[in-house]
């Protein structure tokens, strides 16, 4: 293997090239871990990421109320007993500051700063097929040539910030909340208007509907929504959750979703009455169950799908006093319970009867563009603002490797590719870009439905060992073929087509990006069934994977 050098870059010869075994775009959640592992089998390996810090996810969206909707327990690394159980949550569902905290006990823990490159973007990565090689570059006007290429760019790390026109005009400040400062945000006294109500922007809305003088909600499509109950904990519940250590790192990787709950009870199997009892007794849960381990017929049958989509809705009617402006604009009418992301809340709902909030319907009357005084609506209504906040989402799974210059094998470009169509094999690699390896894309549970970190972790373990295979087998390069890829993208799609997610919209099917090519982004087979799918591929010595 290669050690570090420093040679001069062919061609100019005017820059230093560096020269790595592997790099890692991003030191968030999948990063840190695969920068962990290579290095520990022995690689030259280093980590690349834009921000200043480590977090991926958890820096960048630091906007006012962010925090998991996963148990904090379950969202973890479950690779060391002692890493896990040195440290403690406060509580259920912690918020931005203590996850970000967490994951730099993390950093400083496996000793990992001193192979980050923060500040620094990777602007293209291209492979030369004379030397199987990748050249990589950066902002800061380096060139890295390395044998692997690992994207770890988090499945939602591409905002949608640029998408009325007028932006720049607007006199008033103005955040996408993927990109929210460091410097803190006052809403004293202005009138803020909030677009999007996503899983993000309702932990916005609720957050900031007390402290802004007059908060404005644009309300375009319905979002069911589920109450979160988010107790502190003691130091007996910390001892609790940590005492079941062993038993998450044998359930977690081997549910649907990778929660430590899982679909049990099968709907024909229960009395309407017992139906009920167990929809209310997991309601009360406050947690995501009622999407992810009630009836997993939900996600395919429409007549199952509608009375649990109706319970649902009853629960959101109550809590918004059967207002029926309100519940109008703010419950789903036409696309069931479970094909959206389900978003985890406390007091949103009870934000909108606030005097302050006011949900402004924007289905049939667009916002047209953003102008110095606030939003102009199509019909020429001006809403005039102080502030506005784009919760307006991400191009999910894709954006973040689509808007890097990644060009694989005859100069075929990426952003290319998946703008025809988006392949991917397993999630895991790409036909045409050799010793390429890719987590959080499309096409396996960790593009969407799925805890990122159980499933983040089986990808970087897939994808070391992989690696750790190669090494041993005297091969240099890894690509999967034609046929396996094609196998992999029809099962995808008959796994997908079987879902009522694929019959809906949104970022879960990239309808949310304009010209996106229409695909369901996460494999919806389950976690479980993913995970025995990758150790077959590779105890089968990567069959479909060839290698040279
Ligand atoms: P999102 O779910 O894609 O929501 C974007 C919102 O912006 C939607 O309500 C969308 O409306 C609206 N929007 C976009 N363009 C618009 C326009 N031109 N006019 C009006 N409305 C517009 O994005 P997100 O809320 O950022 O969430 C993305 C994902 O991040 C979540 O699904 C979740 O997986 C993750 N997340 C997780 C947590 C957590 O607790 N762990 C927290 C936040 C986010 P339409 O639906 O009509 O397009």
């Not at 904090?72 to 040195?86: G, H, R, S, T, V």
Request: charged share 25%.
């Amino acid at each position: 293997m290669d050690v570090e050098t420093k040679e001069k870059a062919s061609g100019n010869g005017s820059s230093d090239t560096k020269k790595l075994d592997a790099l890692v775009i991003g030191a968030g959640v999948a990063g840190l871990y695969q920068l962990h592992l290579l290095r520990k089998q022995g690689l030259n390996v280093r980590a690349y990421d834009s921000a200043s810090d480590v977090g991926g996810t958890w820096y960048w969206n630091r906007y006012p109320g962010a925090r998991f909707d996963s148990e904090a327990y379950i969202y973890q690394y479950l690779f060391d007993e002692d890493l896990y159980k040195d440290w403690s949550w406060s509580e259920r569902f912690p918020g931005q500051p203590e996850i970000e905290r967490w994951m730099q006990y993390i950093t400083d823990r496996l000793d990992l700063r001193k192979d980050i490159q923060f500040s620094t973007k990777i602007t293209e990565a291209h492979y030369n097929e004379d030397t199987n090689r990748w050249t990589v570059k950066t902002d800061q006007g380096e060139t890295i040539d390395t044998q692997y290429l690992i994207t770890c760019c988090g499945m939602l790390s591409a905002p949608l910030d640029k998408i009325f026109p007028g932006q720049d005009s607007f006199k008033g400040e103005i955040f996408h909340t993927g990109h929210w400062p460091h410097e803190p945000v006052d809403f004293a006294g202005k009138r803020v208007g909030v677009i999007g109500i996503g899983a993000t922007g309702i932990q916005v809305i609720q957050t900031i509907a007390s402290e802004a003088e007059q908060l404005k909600v644009f309300v375009r499509t319905p979002q069911y929504v589920l109450p979160m109950l988010n107790p502190k904990y003691s130091a007996d519940d910390v001892k609790a959750y940590k005492a079941r250590f062993k038993e998450f790192q044998e359930v977690l990787p081997n549910t649907f979703t990778g929660f430590e709950y899982d679909f049990e009870v099968a709907w024909e199997d229960l009395t309407p009455e017992e139906r009920r009892e167990r929809l209310e007794n997991i309601y009360a849960d406050g947690s995501l169950k009622l999407w992810l381990a009630s009836f997993s017929e939900i996600f395919f049958d429409e007549e199952i799908s509608e009375e649990v989509s109706e319970f649902v809705r009853e629960k959101m009617r109550e809590r918004l006093k059967h207002d029926p402006r309100l519940c109008d604009l703010l419950i789903p009418k036409d696309y069931g319970f479970g094909t959206h992301r389900v978003p985890l809340e406390m007091d949103y709902l009870e934000a909108y009867l606030r005097p302050n909030v006011e949900a402004v319907g924007v289905r049939d009357n667009p916002i047209e563009a953003v102008v110095p005084e606030g939003l102009k609506m199509a019909d020429g209504t001006v809403h005039e603002l102080d502030m506005i906040i784009m919760a307006t989402g991400f191009d999910a799974g894709t954006g973040a490797l689509t808007r890097i210059d990644i060009r694989g094998r005859e100069g075929r470009s990426l952003t290319e590719d998946w703008g025809n169509a988006i392949r991917t094999t397993m999630g895991l690699q790409v036909h045409g870009y050799p010793n390429m390896f890719t987590t959080a894309v499309p096409l396996a549970p960790s593009a969407a439905l799925c805890n990122m970190t159980t499933c983040l972790q089986q990808q970087a373990e897939w994808i070391n060992d992989c690696i750790l295979y190669m090494r041993d087998q005297d091969r240099t390069v890894i690509e999967p073929t034609a046929e396996m890829e094609d196998a992999w993208v029809a099962h995808h799609n008959e796994t997908a087509d079987a879902t009522l997610i694929s019959k809906t919209t949104g970022w879960y099917l990239g309808s949310n990006v304009p010209g996106k090519p229409r695909c369901v982004l996460s494999y919806t087979g389950g976690v479980g069934t993913y995970r025995q799918k990758c150790d077959e591929v590779a105890a089968g010595g990567y069959q479909g994977f060839a290698m040279r």
